[in-house]
């Protein structure tokens, strides 16, 4: 992008004469001039005849070497003249220049106090710079931050791989990655950076947005899809509006059997036998602290019609009976559920 740059009070006469031709103009003193121009700036002189002050020409200085500068003749709708030793040239606003006057933008990643052109708003992700398709497995460069990354056209699942963390400072990176292909996309950490976050998989119409926030850290944003994309912590729930926890889920399914929800309702099971001679005794998995609300014990056998009854509950446990008829009692397997709090 090209810009226009200015300096003040530049203002000098030629040490050697120029034709209507030349492309470079050599200066009496170059007291003032930037050692060379960035990438993109021009920088505007007017020539000025000392004969008589009438002549002028607009030229664009494109390079700084010492006392020498590199033009671009006829600028502005002025036309190239001869010049000669000790006619004057000095660096001023000019019509284009007033109404399309630029800054000098920082770098990308400057945190100084410098005024933010739009073109480094842009690159800083404040403002997306361009749109950026990917079809392949691709390594993003820091220089590509705040462009959108679209994964689109491929025909199979890839992988984009984010920069090193440390390629910038923290939080100056930032990349928002949207799928708008029909498969899944793996947005992949390198080098150092590869334990500090897993891989993340974007599916098919979903987005992404990461931050690098540390030497070797990245941290997820934002993710439209909780169920492939890297869960939000979030802490223990107090009131009925807020988020439950799963931690708040207590218990377990293998060798614990009970469940107790964050309202405090538990939910116990098990399996026994039944005996033929009498009432067997089964204890909770733990007892309830509160409440026992009651129990459903199902024999795994029924096609003897047999059935099961319980007695004596209390918060750590009941008697159970298994029977097929009033008077006959049976041995026969139960499973069980158990709910209080």
Known sequence: MTYYMFINNQRTTLAAAASATATTLTLASSTGLPGSLPSGAVMPFYLLDAATQTIREIVYCTAIS?????????QEGTGAQNWSVGDYIY??????????????????????????STSW????????????ALAASTTLTASQAGNAIYAYGNTTPITITLPLAASAAIGDMVFPIINASNYAVTVA????DTSTIPNLVVGPGQSLIVMNNG???????????????????????????????????????????????????????????????????????????????????TPTVTSSGAFVGYNSNTLTGANFSGWVSNTARVSVNTTYIAIGY
């Open 189 to 192: 950490t390198q080098g150092s």
């Open 66 to 74: 010492g006392t020498t500068l590199t033009v671009t003749r006829a």
């Open 215 to 297: 030497t070797a850290s990245w941290s997820q944003l934002v993710g439209s899809n909780g169920s492939t994309l890297s869960p939000l912590n979030v802490g223990n729930a107090v009131s009925a509006t807020e988020a439950v926890a799963l931690g708040q889920f207590t218990g377990g399914l293998t060798n614990i059997n009970y469940l107790q929800l964050p309202n405090g309702l538990i939910i116990q099971w098990g399996v026994f036998t039944t005996s033929a001679s009498g009432d067997v005794a089964v204890s909770w998995p733990i007892p309830f602290p509160h409440a026992f609300f009651g129990v459903t014990a």
């Open 91 to 116: 660096c001023d606003l000019t019509a284009a220049t007033t109404g399309a006057s630029q800054i000098n933008p920082p770098a990308q990643f400057d945190n100084s106090n410098a005024v933010a």
């Open 121 to 132: 708003v842009k690159a800083a992700g404040l403002m997306l710079a361009e749109q950026i």
